[in-house]
């Protein structure tokens, strides 16, 4: 996770980013096979001076994944001063069924995600300030994640917002909040009611997205890498990656956009086109190894060049 990425310890990539509260149950052809923590929600980065953390803000059930999902932070050294736990609903969970081709279904349950709120974010409002990045998606109320986004925006912390999963009638809002609007095809269709099966499609709908006022719009295309502009620069621009075979391509998603945000926390200076090709080489590394977030490479086990 994030600070795990910075001190590089054993840390997974991704999870970095992802600090939700969704338990994920991975099935196989309808055989268990593990259960792993998802976290998807957003972190933030602390800034300078001390060593940087990552935090997880979320609400997890008084309950044996919520157990397990508070363990996992600790493991991976985030900070889970704003993960509270209740009595009111029981822990998120995403149910994931993967098929001989890697492809899956997810089946998401957001149960406690849901109890997060602004209040909750008030009280994390000091560690919001001094963030170099936000991450929120859409697996708790939007309320909540406006709100987070606003707070992250009006301190000048960068923001980069996943609509995951996407709702066609979205808050105007969220893209003049948006820093960096990341998606993937299914997302920019259901946003722009476009089809999206090309990276030139991809290209027509990141406009559209664009002129909502996010300053960059990305949207992921699997093996295809992804497509990106800017306000700077319109003119939508296909970064490829090498194609590789997919064993499970659930997280894909996420360890794209935790890396992505890695990024711009660490190496702010970079071209972000050179944050992408990053990016699709680590999301590339996920997707050939089982599950969600056990598919997230160390950062030890990364080339050296990607750092
Ligand atoms: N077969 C593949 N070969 C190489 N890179 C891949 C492959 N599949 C996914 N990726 C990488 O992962 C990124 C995200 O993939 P994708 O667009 O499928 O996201 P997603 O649909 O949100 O994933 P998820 O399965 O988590 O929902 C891509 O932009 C690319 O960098
Ligand atoms: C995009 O992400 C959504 C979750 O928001 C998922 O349901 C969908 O399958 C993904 N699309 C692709 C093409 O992977
Ligand atoms: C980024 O560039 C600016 C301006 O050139 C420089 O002041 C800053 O130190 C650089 N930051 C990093 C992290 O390299």
């Not at 170099?132 to 960068?158: D, F, R, W, Y």
């Not at 996010?214 to 621009?237: D, F, H, N, R, Y």
């Not at 997919?246 to 711009?264: I, M």
Request: hydrophobic share 45%; glycine share 6%.
């Amino acid at each position: 996770m994030f600070s795990t990425i910075q001190g590089f310890r054993e840390a997974r990539f991704s999870a970095i980013l992802k600090c939700g509260c969704l338990f994920v149950i991975n099935v196989v052809l309808t055989e268990v096979t593990f259960l792993s923590i998802r976290s998807r929600f957003w972190t933030t980065e602390a800034m300078t001076g001390s060593p940087s953390m990552q935090r997880a803000f979320s609400v997890v059930g008084k309950d044996s994944f919520g157990n397990d999902y508070i363990e996992n932070l600790k493991q991976n050294d985030i900070s889970t001063e704003f993960t509270y736990q209740t009595q009111d609903a029981a822990t998120g969970t995403a149910s994931i069924i993967v098929n001989n081709e890697g492809q899956n279904i997810i089946i998401i349950v957001a149960g406690a995600n849901l109890l997060l709120n602004t209040e909750d974010l008030r009280e994390a409002a000091k560690a919001i300030s001094r963030a170099k990045v936000m991450i929120c998606q859409l697996e708790v109320t939007p309320e909540t994640s406006l709100e987070a986004l606003t707070m992250a925006h009006s301190n000048g912390v960068k923001t980069l917002f996943n609509p995951a999963p996407a709702i066609a009638d979205l808050d105007p809002r969220f893209y003049a909040l948006s820093d960096v609007f990341c998606c993937n095809e299914t997302e920019a269709e259901i946003l722009t009611g476009l089809t999206v099966s090309s990276p030139a499609d991809a290209g027509k709908a990141a406009r559209v997205l664009l002129e909502r006022g996010c300053q960059v719009v990305i949207i992921t295309l699997g093996a295809e890498g992804c497509v990106m502009l800017s306000q700077t620069e319109p003119v939508p621009k296909h970064i490829p990656t090498e194609k590789v075979k997919a064993v499970d391509t659930t997280g894909a998603g996420d360890s794209f956009v935790g890396a992505l945000a890695f990024y711009l926390a660490y190496y702010p200076n970079l071209s972000l086109e050179e944050m992408l090709k990053r990016a699709n080489f680590i999301a590339a590394v996920s997707v050939q190894a089982a599950g969600t977030q056990s598919s997230y490479p160390y950062k030890k086990d990364l080339p050296l060049d990607l750092f």
